[in-house]
Structures are given as structure tokens and as C-alpha cells.
């Protein structure tokens, strides 16, 4: 009988300590939310003060909040995994604001463009950091961390450039139109190579392999797409506007997702981008858009590019990495102005129209992130390199709207 109730306390001892662990992680995550959100959303208005993207504001929350300074957050499993729905959450309603009518109009002119604006920096990426750390055979590591920064160069952002754009009254123009098509399949174009680049890490995959995949994910999304699109628009039809069809679009972001990591080995941001783009002709595709913005905006966005800063320890960085980052910078800008510039120039477009094109298509935003931190999930790259991927979406974001105004100015001068 003693023997019993000795066992049953020391299981109350045990289950109370347990209990007792449970609620002060519980604390302690609450805390640290509350940090992250409040930080990120501060940093996150300054810069919008100073006309720098918003998302460069919460990642410099994450670095002055993480080991970077005064490491008040510390990077875990449980912020990886929030950050990981912020992602998707992201990706999802990058697909849901593709407009796949502007996309059969744009035809021959952007696609041509979006593939100069992803195989000239993915060159010129690898290059550099060949030069940097080292010529090596294809398929060795070093290799595929060269091909894996250039992929990171292959991402455009143009909310800044079409920003600018409209203050100058320019972005119904041809060149406003191209620049926003070509960055859509550019983005595509970008997601697919991120598919590939990330297939070749498993030592057991090859080139062919990984391509068959990938060409089977987007062939099964496509029947797939249309027979849920079908199903999805009678229900919208028949709950028009209502919070069910968000709730539904949620889900099939979130099972694409899951079945393209799974099943295909293809990332599972592709899985979301395509839940978003199957659902973007929907008459409700903006009140979906809207309904998931308010998660993203108020937790899972702030969260995920605040790990980016919580991933970064600036007190690692040294001589070389910085050395590093100019150089990335420096070839990023490049490569879209060459890479689009050109393409645009052999599409017939003038002097200064093809250098606005190539300008318009140089800024880089949450999607080069996105990259960045698949690549480090993966184990390809370092998390020093959020350093030089930080920086490029800092410079390009305040140098684009600057250089645009200032050709459009010039033309106006010699008009």
C-alpha cells in the first residue's frame, strides 16, 4: 500500500513539474511575441517613413532584438515553424495577386525579359561567388552554393518600382505594363529553379530527376487546378464573400504545400504559389487576399522577417563577408539592368525605355528572403548571408525610385 502511494506521488511530483515546464515556455513565448510583434511593427513604420520597404524595417527589429545586440529573442523551433506558416501564408497571396489575364496578354515581350531577368543574375551570382570561394565541378557542395546564391539574385520585387512609378503617372504606360508582367513570370521562372536548385542537394538526386518532378508537380497542379477551381467557384457562387472561402483557400494552400514537399520534393512555398495562382480568377480572389493579410500582417509576417534578423548574428560577420556583400550587390543591381536592359533592347524598345525597364526590374524584396531562407533550412547557405541579401533589398529599394525619376526627368528634358 506504502509502495502504491510513494508511486502515486512521485507520477503528482512529476506530472506537476511537467505541467510547471509547459507554462513557462507558454510565458515566455507570449513575452517574446510580444516583442517580436511590437519591434517589427515600430522598425517597420520607420522605414516606411523613410520611403525603404517595410519588411526592411522588421528585419532590422529581428537583428537589434536577436544575437546581433541585445539577443532578447532566441531563434528556436517553435519561431522557425511560425515563420515557416508566414512564408507560405506569403506565397499564397503572391499567387492570389498574379493576374493570369495579364499574363496571356503580355505574351512573347515579358516572358522573353523575365527569362534575361533570371538567367543573367543566376550567372553572374554563381560567377561571383565562384570567384570568391573557389571554382568547382557541377555538382560538388561548393557548386551548388554558387548556383544557390545566383538563384537568390533571380527574385524581383516591384512594389517599389510600380510605387514609383504611379507617383510619376508612368505605370499604365508599355513600360509600366512590362515591368509588372515580366516580374510575375519572373518570379515563376524563379520558383521553378529554387525547385531544382534545392532537388540537387540530396546526394542521391540527379538533374534529370529532380526536372521529371518538377515538371510532374506542375502537370498534376494543372488537372488538379482546374477541377478545384471548377469546385471553388460554385462555391463562391453560393457563400459569395463570406469567411468560408478564405478558410477554404487556406486550407489548399496549406495542403498543396504539404503534398509538394512530400510527394514531389518540390518546395512547399511552390505548393502555396500555385493554391494562390488556382484561386486568383476567382471573383472572391481579393476578399481571400485581404482575409489572409490580416493574419499575415498582424503575426506571421512580422514573425517571419524577424527571424531572418533572429538567424543573423552580425558579431560573425568580418572582413570577408562584407567584402562579399558589396560584391553581391553590386552584381545584383547589374545583372537585371544587363540581363532586362538587353532583352529589352532586342524587343525593340529605345535607350531609355530598355534602361527603365532594366532599373524597374532590379529591386529585390520579400521573395529574395524567401529564397535566402530556404536555402539556409536546406543547409546550403550560411545565415551570414542574410547579411548580403539585407543589404541588396535595402540598396536596390532606395536607389530604384531615385534612377527612375531621374530618366524620366531627362526625357523630359530632351522632349
Known amino acids: 500500500m506504502n509502495l502504491c502511494n510513494e508511486k502515486h506521488i512521485i ?45 526592411a524595417g522588421e528585419i532590422i527589429a529581428g537583428l537589434l532584438i536577436g544575437p546581433s545586440l541585445f539577443n532578447l529573442v532566441a531563434d528556436n523551433d517553435f519561431w522557425a515553424g511560425m515563420a515557416e506558416i508566414g512564408v507560405i501564408l506569403l506565397m499564397f497571396s503572391a499567387g492570389l495577386e498574379t493576374d493570369i489575364d495579364n499574363l496571356k496578354k503580355s505574351g512573347l515581350k515579358a516572358t522573353a525579359l523575365a527569362f534575361a531577368g533570371v538567367i543573367v543574375p543566376l550567372v553572374f551570382g554563381t560567377l561571383l561567388y565562384m570567384c570568391f570561394y573557389g571554382f568547382a565541378p557541377i555538382g560538388s557542395t561548393t557548386f551548388i552554393e554558387a548556383v544557390f546564391i545566383g538563384t537568390i539574385l533571380t527574385a524581383t520585387s516591384v512594389s517599389i518600382t510600380v510605387q514609383a512609378l504611379k507617383e510619376l503617372g508612368k505605370i499604365s504606360t508599355e513600360v509600366g505594363t512590362t515591368i509588372m508582367s515580366a516580374a510575375i513570370i519572373d518570379d515563376v521562372i524563379g520558383i521553378v529553379v529554387l525547385t531544382a536548385v534545392l532537388g540537387l542537394k540530396d546526394p542521391n538526386a540527379n538533374l534529370s530527376a529532380v526536372c521529371i518532378k518538377t515538371v510532374a508537380f506542375f502537370a498534376v497542379s494543372i488537372v488538379a487546378g482546374v477541377i478545384i477551381f471548377k469546385i471553388m467557384q460554385r462555391l463562391d457562387a453560393r457563400w459569395a464573400h463570406t469567411r468560408r472561402i478564405p478558410i477554404m483557400g487556406m486550407a489548399l494552400a496549406l495542403v498543396l504545400a504539404y503534398v509538394a514537399d512530400k510527394y514531389f520534393g518540390v518546395a512547399d512555398i511552390t505548393g502555396a504559389y500555385v493554391a494562390g495562382i488556382i484561386l486568383s480568377s476567382l471573383d472572391d ?19 517571419f522577417f524577424a527571424s531572418v534578423g533572429l538567424q543573423t548574428n552580425l558579431k560573425t560577420v568580418d572582413i570577408s563577408i562584407l567584402t562579399f556583400s558589396l560584391g553581391f550587390v553590386l552584381v545584383g543591381l547589374l545583372a537585371k539592368i544587363i540581363g532586362c536592359g538587353l532583352a529589352a533592347k532586342v524587343l525593340k524598345f529605345n535607350n531609355s525605355d530598355a534602361l527603365k525597364i532594366g532599373v524597374g526590374m532590379m529591386t529585390r524584396g520579400e521573395v529574395a528572403l524567401i529564397v535566402a531562407q530556404r536555402g539556409l533550412k536546406a543547409e546550403i547557405i550560411d545565415s ?3 547579411t548580403s541579401v539585407i543589404l541588396l533589398i535595402v540598396v536596390s529599394s532606395i536607389l530604384t525610385p531615385i534612377i527612375l525619376k531621374a530618366i524620366y ?3 523630359e528634358k530632351r522632349a
Open 11 to 55: 507520477e503528482n511530483v512529476a506530472f506537476n513539474q511537467h505541467m510547471k515546464g509547459i507554462t513557462m515556455d507558454t510565458i515566455e513565448i507570449l513575452k517574446n511575441l510580444a516583442i517580436i510583434i511590437i519591434s517589427a511593427k515600430l522598425f517597420g513604420l520607420v522605414a516606411r517613413k523613410f520611403k525603404a520597404p517595410q519588411v
Open 285 to 303: 480572389s481579393s476578399y481571400i487576399d485581404r482575409k489572409m493579410d490580416i493574419s499575415s500582417y498582424m503575426i506571421f509576417g512580422p514573425i
Open 384 to 386: 551570414k548571408y542574410f
Open 409 to 411: 526627368a531627362a526625357d
